[in-house]
């Protein structure tokens, strides 16, 4: 069954160290999403991409981070400078359909510890 | 703006134990709604859903309705097992194509003893 994987599991860096979370969606999926959890809080979203551009994006999502499509199977979030408010589990999701009630499929995640 | 409320947890109960967690909503408008399920180690995995009042989700024996007068989408499983220890989280989505994003709850761990 196909399944989003994501790479590394874990990631630890040092404080304004640049990140990149990669991400390799279902084949023929066409919506991309980057979610992320602060440990003990809520699964918050971070941004959508549709047809090689952000959709949407939340107020979290600010200058420091940007999300790429740069060879039509990955999907990557890059962090360009790590807050220590930026530790959390970072998750990717992707969805074929346009309808809101289509599955989202979600990848296992990677857990960023900024030290 | 829109939001996801669960009870809090964590809830630990013995196999075979009746099994309810609580959601209410916040939106503007008639979301879809969701619940989605985290085993360990693995990423989220979507248990059921609804798309409209009264529709009724289920699903490896769970099951939720989507209640609009009281803004809730309970989820309940009549006899839990071991391998349903996991989280899970209840969730909504308002729009469509790309902008259908999903707002979580704060998802509630559960724990079944043998």
């Known amino acids: 069954e196909p399944e989003v994987t994501q790479t590394p599991s874990h990631q630890v860096t040092q404080m304004g160290q640049e990140v990149i979370l990669r991400c390799v969606p279902i084949?023929?999926?066409?919506?991309f999403y980057w979610y992320r959890q602060i440990l003990g809080q809520k699964v918050e979203f971070l941004v959508s991409?549709?047809?090689?551009?952000?959709?949407?994006k939340s107020e979290i999502f600010d200058d420091q981070f940007s999300v790429e499509r740069p060879d039509g199977s990955n999907f990557t979030l890059k962090i360009r400078s790590t807050k220590l408010e930026d530790s959390a589990m970072y998750f990717c999701?992707?969805?074929?359909?346009?309808?809101?009630?289509?599955?989202?499929?979600f990848g296992p995640g990677t857990r960023l510890t900024v030290l | 703006g829109n939001s996801v409320t669960q009870m809090e947890g964590p809830v630990t109960l013995s196999e075979e134990a009746f099994l309810t967690i609580n959601c209410t909503y916040t939106?503007?408008?008639?979301?879809?709604l969701f619940w989605y399920v985290q085993y360990p180690g693995e990423g989220l995995q979507l248990l059921l859903k609804?798309?409209?009042?009264?529709d009724k989700g289920s699903n490896k024996g769970f099951e939720a309705t989507y209640r609009k007068e009281t803004t809730s989408f309970h989820l309940e499983k009549g006899s839990v097992q071991v391998s349903d220890s996991a989280v899970y989280f209840c969730?909504?989505?308002?729009?469509?194509?790309?902008?259908?994003?999903?707002?979580f709850g704060k998802g509630i761990t559960l724990s079944v003893r043998p």
């Open positions: 999701a992707s969805k074929q359909g346009q309808s809101s009630y289509n599955e989202q499929f």
């Open positions: 084949s023929n999926h066409l919506y």
């Open positions: 991409f549709y047809n090689n551009e952000i959709s949407e």
């Open positions: 939106a503007t408008g008639y979301p879809s």
């Open positions: 609804a798309t409209k009042a009264d």
């Open positions: 969730a909504l989505s308002l729009s469509t194509g790309a902008n259908s994003k999903l707002t």
